[in-house]
């Protein structure tokens, strides 16, 4: 089975923190994405990244950056946090244009 | 553009009564279609996936979609519901299919109550 795992399942935050979310997939997955998810809102893209050292925006990108050094890791830093980043955050991984399988999410909260 | 819809934000059902739960979808190509399940404070999981072999798709936990290119729907059904599936469900289609897109659009999501 395909496992995604995240660092925390839940982290509480300071305002102007830099914050560092990791995500690793033990199945040689190409595809890696980062998703905030708020109510009423859905899964929106953050950034993804289709092989390492390569990504490409999402949806919303804006005050968030990513690192793909391997592989397997792919990971979400947010350079000063603001509490309208306060979210559930979920990373993914697929092979090619297959399902995408998620990771149990990071509940962030910054106060 | 892609785009997926799904009718309902909310939806509630008796224990035992059929679940019915829309998505509509647009696509300039054939598309990959899926349907995922996310219980409380739990990442997403799949349910069942639609690529262009059988229309009627069968996936777990007695769920079951069909595939109607004509309606551009993919609606997700279960004959009894059963107080596990609250929950909430999301509808996927696969993004357009160039360069290193590999992308899903995903709907905002519909959630199941089931009451006793």
């Known amino acids: 089975d395909v496992k995604v795992t995240q660092s925390s399942r839940y982290l509480v935050k300071r305002t102007g923190e830099k914050v560092f979310l990791e995500c690793v997939q033990d199945?040689?997955?190409?595809?890696m994405f980062w998703y905030r998810q708020d109510p009423g809102l859905g899964l929106r893209l953050i950034y993804f990244s289709y092989d390492v050292k390569m990504k490409e925006k999402g949806d919303i990108p804006e005050g968030y950056s990513v690192s793909r050094e391997k592989k397997e890791r792919f990971s979400l830093i947010l350079e000063s946090a603001s509490t309208n980043q306060t979210s559930m955050y979920l990373c993914?991984?697929?092979?090619?244009?297959?399902?995408?399988?998620f990771g149990p999410g990071t509940r962030l909260t910054v106060t | 553009a892609q785009s997926v819809t799904q009718l309902g934000s909310h939806v509630s059902v008796s224990e035992g009564a059929l679940v019915l739960l829309r998505c509509n979808y647009s696509?300039?190509?054939?598309?990959?279609l899926f349907w995922y399940v996310q219980y409380p404070n739990q990442g997403l999981q799949l349910l069942l996936k639609y690529t262009s072999a059988a229309t009627l798709v069968k996936g777990i936990n007695g769920f079951e979609a069909e595939f109607k290119k004509s309606e551009t729907s993919f609606h997700l059904t279960k004959p009894s519901a059963h107080m596990s599936d609250a929950a909430e469900y999301f509808c996927?289609?696969?993004?357009?299919?160039?360069?290193?897109?590999?992308?899903?659009?995903w709907g905002l999501g519909t959630s199941l109550a089931v009451n006793p």
């Open positions: 696509s300039s190509v054939p598309p990959y």
């Open positions: 993914a991984s697929s092979l090619g244009l297959k399902e995408q399988y």
């Open positions: 199945m040689d997955h190409e595809n």
């Open positions: 996927a289609v696969s993004g357009e299919r160039s360069g290193n897109n590999r992308k899903l659009i």
